[in-house]
């Protein structure tokens, strides 16, 4: 499985946007990207996916490069709820599982 | 909504106790997983299970067995629990598509005592 490397913490004011990276520069051609986040005392949550295009939906955007080494996550407009542990994750691939391995994440915090 | 149900949010046993650890789905999942959390470490997966009576380790996987007779749920055994399985375990849900997302329960903090 690739692995994926993301900054320990990042900070966001409340109404701005919180852009996300994420390296993952051994991944493979058909391995998606994944991001997910945990707020405090809760199971993980999925925001988004995407494999080589850019994806958006009512959470976030991803926005991945050209050569898939890395991504970004983008919260367009940051409120104090989406203080959390955002997690990027490149999935296994492969007809059994396709199971998630999580890296540290970078803890985001939103302030007012 | 999808639901993936812990049995319990808070358990606290004794060092050398078996400890059951139930999960259930309510969606029809193919894949089931169970993961360890603890400060500093992240989410660790411990086991995961693509198929009834199907298992395979993850990266974690002594000290522990899961069981899964019924497609709904996953059972995660601790045959004789220690001090340092202290933590939070959470179980997650999917599809067998691995495109698709996983869904977590919210968790159940263990302390072994």
């Known amino acids: 499985d690739a692995k994926t490397t993301q900054p320990t913490s990042m900070d966001c004011a409340e109404g701005r946007a919180a852009n996300l990276p994420c390296n993952h520069s051994t991944i493979s051609g058909n391995e998606y990207v994944y991001w997910y986040r945990q707020i405090h005392s809760q199971g993980p949550q999925y925001i988004i996916h995407g494999l080589k295009n850019n994806e958006t939906n009512e959470m976030a955007s991803l926005i991945i490069t050209e050569d898939r080494k890395s991504s970004t996550l983008i919260l367009p407009h940051a409120t104090l709820r989406d203080t959390a542990v955002y997690y990027c994750?490149?999935?296994?691939?492969?007809?059994?599982?396709?199971?998630?391995?999580f890296g540290q994440g970078t803890e985001l915090s939103v302030k007012p | 909504d999808v639901k993936v149900t812990q049995s319990s949010r808070y358990l606290v046993k004794r060092t050398g106790e078996k400890v059951f650890l139930e999960c259930v789905q309510d969606m029809d999942h193919e894949n089931m997983f169970w993961y360890r959390q603890d400060p500093g470490l992240g989410l660790r997966l411990i086991y995961f299970s693509y198929d009834v009576k199907m298992k395979e380790k993850g990266d974690i996987p002594e000290g522990y067995s899961v069981s899964r007779e019924k497609k709904e749920r996953f059972s995660l055994i601790l045959e004789s629990a220690s001090t340092n399985q202290t933590s939070m375990y959470l179980c997650?849900?999917?599809?067998?598509?691995?495109?698709?997302?996983?869904?977590f329960g919210q968790g159940t903090r263990l302390t072994v005592v």
């Open positions: 994750i490149v999935r296994a691939a492969g007809n059994q599982g396709g199971k998630l391995i």
């Open positions: 997650a849900s999917s599809l067998e598509d691995w495109h698709t997302e996983a869904f």
